[in-house]
T-cell receptor
Framework: TQLLEQSPQFLSIQEGENLTVYCNSS?????LQWYRQEPGEGPVLLVT?????EVKKLKRLTFQFGDARKDSSLHITAAQPGDTGLYLC????????????FGAGTQVVVTP | GAVVSQHPSWVICKSGTSVKIECRSL??????MFWYRQFPKQSLMLMAT?????????EQGVEKDKFLINHASLTLSTLTVTSAHPEDSSFYIC?????????????FGPGTRLTVT
């Protein structure tokens, strides 16, 4: 089993501040996906990164895939209360098509 | 596009009974669907991979005789929890891939909250 470690587990910040969530593993992934989940709902896909060193931007969210494809980060600029939620990273191993290994998640709370 | 639905959204059943949960891809055909379980304050754990027209592949530690999966069509997979017990109470979520859109991306259903009393 490839373990994905997410940090921090919980993050509480004020509106307007920046935050970064990290996702690390000792194993290589063919792709890595970031999701956001609201209570009582399924995860919603934010982005998929595939290439080592890849950087993707989605409005105020910036996603980076490590050069070795073992780690990733999510950076939110000028966080807003609407960014509150559980952020999950999930990696697809190189030898198991479609099977995702999820990190434990980072609960982000942005207060006005 | 790429919408996945689940039914029911929540269900309460008595211990010893069976419960069926449906997962449907609404606007695409999914040859492969995945079933996850999520306990409170925890992340998603993959239970099994559901393949259309063939037997499901279960993850280690998941009882295939307890969690029956049927993927009878390209848009429907079902998970039946047999002889449910209180410890089976959880949030069950399915996902699907659209092989013609972006093969590596998975789209998740809204989840089904199962409570066994």
């Amino acid at each position: 089993t490839q373990l994905l470690e997410q940090s921090p587990q919980f993050l509480s910040i004020q509106e307007g501040e920046n935050l970064t969530v990290y996702c690390n593993s000792s194993s290589v992934f063919s792709s890595l996906q970031w999701y956001r989940q609201e209570p009582g709902e399924g995860p919603v896909l934010l982005v998929t990164v595939v290439t080592g060193g890849e950087v993707k931007k989605l409005k105020r969210l910036t996603f980076q895939f490590g050069d070795a494809r073992k780690d990733s980060s999510l950076h939110i600029t000028a966080a807003q209360p609407g960014d509150t939620g559980l952020y999950l990273c999930a990696g697809e191993s190189t030898d198991s098509w479609g099977k995702l290994q999820f990190g434990a998640g980072t609960q982000v709370v942005v207060t006005p | 596009g790429a919408v996945v639905s689940q039914h029911p959204s929540w269900v309460i059943c008595k211990s010893g009974t069976s419960v069926k949960i449906e997962c449907r891809s609404l606007d695409f055909q999914a040859t492969t669907m995945f079933w996850y379980r999520q306990f409170p304050k925890q992340s998603l754990m993959l239970m099994a991979t559901s393949n259309e027209g063939s037997k499901a592949t279960y993850e280690q530690g998941v009882e295939k005789d307890k969690f029956l999966i049927n993927h009878a069509s390209l848009t429907l997979s079902t998970l039946t929890v047999t002889s449910a017990h209180p410890e089976d109470s959880s949030f069950y979520i399915c996902s699907a891939r659209d092989p013609y859109r972006a093969a590596i991306e998975q789209y998740f259903g809204p989840g089904t909250r199962l409570t066994v009393t």
